[in-house]
């Protein structure tokens, strides 16, 4: 017989509820992420800051690509593409990776004219253990004499460069469902088909087969040849992702993941707000679920239709925005999004960065925009990967074992969310999200500080549960980890667990802060001595209005 444990959320939250309650099941089914469920995509032009080359590679970006796969089990994949994938051409005598100009009509963040050398494909030498996606130009090269050039020229380049120790797929077009109506110049015209795209994907990949069966055959053999696609941009775009796939976009079983992309609103969106858009749950859920309404069209064309991942995402399109999608609460989205992804299906995802992006996770390198550094999204990035780990029992180095997740649904407010991890059927953790927002910097922007004398007290929720006497009886103790910041608008003093990655410590390396104490946990986390209720055991997180907690029964 299945138990249940029962959960009460009491909450001051905007919205005013008095109390949730919550049924979280002591087994689960088995349905888990893949490995490297957090992964990252890097626009194709900024890979070389984030990467470095053979002379200088960058260790900082590898450091915290580490640091998640000392976590998790297996380093992020690395998707390597972006809108400048399609404007990238190639230029054999070029004596440096890439040569790019920004045209500030265009775009201030990326540039749209673009060459690549040889040593472009040194950056692939830098990040050890890592598979990577390699982003071949469609913009371009599918209907242009440069781009398909490029084309010829590159495939034997990236595929002597990855080698079968090193690549996990490709992808042949960024967001093609916008070439033509694209802010950066339309690159298709506007009566552009589902049709006349697949015919052009096609035509390109065959012919990547054909160069790959030439320079290195290895990879051209099934099971180690594919691809991530339709990477499209938008599920209102004039062009769809079902309509593609009828089209027989899979004809050759040659797609190994299908690949969307989501941005939960636009940076230069009217009423685009922190609580209002990022961390509300119900509109990451309602993002979310669209994704999976069109996955079961895809199903329903074809049953046997690969895995779904995001293969793009981050908080909100055209590089984020300062004071929303560098803070700390866009690191708890962070956190709610992708585990609300895993819990309805999505096997990995792709986090989005550039160089400069305000949404980016970290600053590889210093520029005149923007010093090196880690930024808020990386420490959500570390609690889900955290959440997701191996199980403390059974933890070794690079142990792979994979979580199931659970939404479990608080209906009665958009601000506090929950989750349930799963290992071989059997509950591991709980991750508990108080969205509410609390600023404690002038405007909200996370500069300058507010004087203490003005700020009001933080709010809390005090999560409390009724745990089976018998599910605890082999656990030696309930780990509370908190991924804490001064306020859901700071962009600096952001830990997990007391732990910070800051470049300026220790170049991104895990260091514990001796003045960020795990203090009062005997106040904010208890656990019941006595048996009541049947057999259940009492349990109590107090959650703070901008933080969240993972609960781990050790």
């Known amino acids: 017989m299945k138990r249940i444990l029962g959960l009460i959320a009491y909450a001051s939250v905007p919205i005013g509820i008095n109390a949730v309650q919550i049924s979280v099941d002591e087994t689960g089914p088995s349905n888990p992420v893949f490995d490297g469920y957090v992964s990252y995509s890097i626009e194709f032009s900024s890979f070389p800051d984030f990467a470095g080359n053979n002379s200088c590679p960058n260790t900082f970006s590898e450091n915290l690509l580490d640091n998640l796969g ?15 994938q399609d404007f990238a051409l190639y230029n054999a005598s070029l004596p440096y990776g890439l040569d790019g100009t920004i045209d500030p009509k265009l775009s201030p963040d990326f540039p749209t004219t673009i060459f690549i050398g040889p040593s472009f494909f040194e950056s692939y030498n830098t ?52 070439f033509p109506v694209s802010g950066t110049g339309p690159v298709r015209p506007p009566n552009w088909t589902e049709a006349e795209y697949v015919d052009q994907w096609l035509n390109g990949t065959r012919m990547i087969h054909k160069l790959l069966e030439k320079n290195c055959p290895g990879l051209a053999k099934s099971g180690t040849y594919g691809y991530i696609a339709p990477s499209f941009a938008s599920l209102q775009s004039k062009l769809t992702a079902p309509k593609a796939w009828g089209e027989g976009l899979n004809e050759d079983k040659n797609i190994k993941l ?17 609580q209002g858009t990022l961390m509300n749950h119900s509109v990451t859920k309602a993002s979310v679920d669209a994704h ?5 069209k895809i199903k329903a064309i074809d049953p046997e239709a690969p895995p779904l991942i995001f293969g793009e995402t981050n908080s909100l399109y055209h590089q984020g925005r300062p004071g929303l999608s560098n803070t700390f609460g866009a690191a708890l989205w962070g956190v709610d999004f992708n585990l609300y992804s895993a819990s309805v299906g999505f096997k990995r995802v792709h986090m989005h960065m550039g160089t400069n992006y305000r949404y980016a996770s970290w600053q590889p390198i210093a520029t005149t925009k923007a010093t090196i550094g880690t930024k808020a999204p990386y420490y959500g990035n570390i609690a889900v990967a955290s959440f997701l780990a191996p199980p403390p029992s059974s933890r070794h180095p690079r142990s792979t074992s994979l979580a199931t997740v659970k939404h479990l649904p608080i209906t009665s407010t958009p601000f506090l969310s929950a989750y349930a991890a799963y290992h071989s059927t059997t509950l591991t953790r709980l991750m508990l999200i108080n969205l509410q927002t609390y600023n404690t910097t002038a405007s909200g922007e996370g500069h300058v500080p507010l004087p203490p004398s003005s700020l009001a007290p933080r709010p809390s929720v005090t999560f409390n549960f009724t745990l089976p006497a018998a599910y605890l009886k082999d656990k030696k103790e309930v780990v509370v980890k908190r991924l804490m910041a001064n306020g859901s608008d700071a962009i600096t003093g952001i830990t997990w667990d007391a732990w910070s990655y800051n470049w300026e410590l220790d170049e991104g390396k895990p260091v514990r802060l001796a003045n960020v104490t795990r203090r009062g946990e005997r106040e904010r986390a208890w656990v019941g001595k006595g048996v009541r209720d049947g057999g259940n055991v009492a349990l109590g997180v107090v959650v703070e209005a901008g933080s969240a907690a993972l609960v781990e029964f050790v």
């Open 70 to 84: 000392n976590i998790i089990g297996t380093k992020p994949y690395i998707r390597v593409g972006g809108n400048t």
């Open 292 to 296: 999976i309404v069109q996955y079961d």
């Open 127 to 178: 990040f050890k253990n890592t598979k990577f996606i390699h982003g071949f130009n469609l913009g371009l090269g599918g209907n242009g004499t440069a781009g398909w050039q490029t084309l010829l020229d590159t495939v034997p380049l990236a595929c002597k460069a990855l080698g079968r120790r090193k690549l996990f797929a490709w992808e042949y077009g960024n967001e093609p469902d916008i």
């Open 258 to 274: 299908f690949s969307p992309h989501n941005y939960i609103s636009g940076s230069t969106s009217p009423g685009v707000t922190l």
